[in-house]
């Protein structure tokens, strides 16, 4: 466990940890949507075809 002699180490530590902490999640959500929005061309959406109609 860290030893914080001042006020100011501790909040400086705690500033650097939440800055890491918001790049992860940042990264992460990016990632993660473009994990959703991305699509192979096969995968395009083409509407089915009832009774010889397109609809």
Known sequence: MDHYVTLQEF????????????LVILAGYVGFWRFLTERDPEDEYEPREENGHKH
Do not use: D, E, G, R
């Open 11 to 22: 909040m400086l530590h705690t500033k650097n940890v939440l800055y890491i902490l918001i």
